[in-house]
């Protein structure tokens, strides 16, 4: 089990642009979260989704953020017209119960 | 809403030496607590969990809910413990929302 992939692993966009982070959860693992951590802070929650669901969206962004799961295909954060605040690391999670097992995470740079 | 407290960003002990993380959480309802640590250049990985009691690489964590601390300790620290540690916590329910929340970590340093 090659363990929950995350690509990139670093991504640098300019003010403005879009940027697309990729989750492929663990084998057998239907939930999926999303993490933020800043410089110097811990991990702060994001969202969870299931199967082409979003179960708990409570830590998204009002604006600009979105994600999915979809049927097939990794899971996909969407960030709409970056700014130099959502330059940060971006750690996925999957489960298949309640043990989170984590990916390597995407360095967002925004120039 | 929870939150989890690490004082210590920093931590620096002797090979052989005891060592003890601290943690301190805040939430209304039961928690559930971790230990998750990050070797350099490696994922974050899970260490341990309160409900399962167990000791893993010789730490151990206990749940003093009248304190709400769930500290790490280890009686003799090895270099290969150097690493950073994260508390982490999740509301016990029924539901299936299993959100963690995360301390800020204590990077830990184990001197030869």
């Known amino acids: 089990n090659a363990g929950v992939m995350q690509n990139p692993r670093h991504l640098v966009r300019r003010r403005g642009q879009e940027a697309r982070l990729r989750c492929s959860p663990m084998k057998g693992h239907s939930h999926v979260y999303w993490y933020r951590q800043l410089p110097e802070e811990g991990l702060k929650f994001m969202v969870y989704?299931?199967?082409?669901?979003?179960?708990?969206e409570s830590g998204m962004p009002k604006e600009r953020f979105s994600a999915k799961f979809p049927k097939e295909g990794p899971s996909i954060l969407r960030i709409q017209q970056v700014v130099r605040g959502d330059s940060a690391a971006y750690f996925c999670?999957?489960?298949?119960?309640?043990?989170?097992?984590f990916g390597p995470g995407t360095r967002l740079t925004v120039l | 809403a929870q939150r989890v407290t690490q004082p210590e960003k920093l931590l620096s002990v002797f090979k052989g030496a005891p060592v003890e993380l601290k943690c301190n959480y805040s939430?209304?309802?039961?928690?559930?607590l971790f230990w998750y640590v990050q070797y350099s250049r490696q994922r974050l990985q899970l260490l341990l969990r309160?409900?399962s009691r167990e000791s893993i690489k010789g730490f151990t964590a206990d749940l003093n809910k009248g304190e709400t601390s769930f500290h790490l300790k280890k009686p003799f620290a090895q270099e290969e413990d150097s690493a950073m540690y994260y508390c982490?916590?999740?509301?016990?329910?029924?539901?299936?929302?299993?959100?963690?929340?995360f301390g800020s970590g204590t990077q830990l340093t184990v001197l030869p």
């Open positions: 309160h409900i």
């Open positions: 999670a999957s489960s298949a119960a309640d043990t989170q097992y």
């Open positions: 982490a916590l999740s509301p016990i329910s029924s539901g299936s929302a299993r959100q963690l929340t």
């Open positions: 939430y209304s309802g039961s928690p559930e």
């Open positions: 989704l299931q199967k082409e669901n979003i179960i708990d």
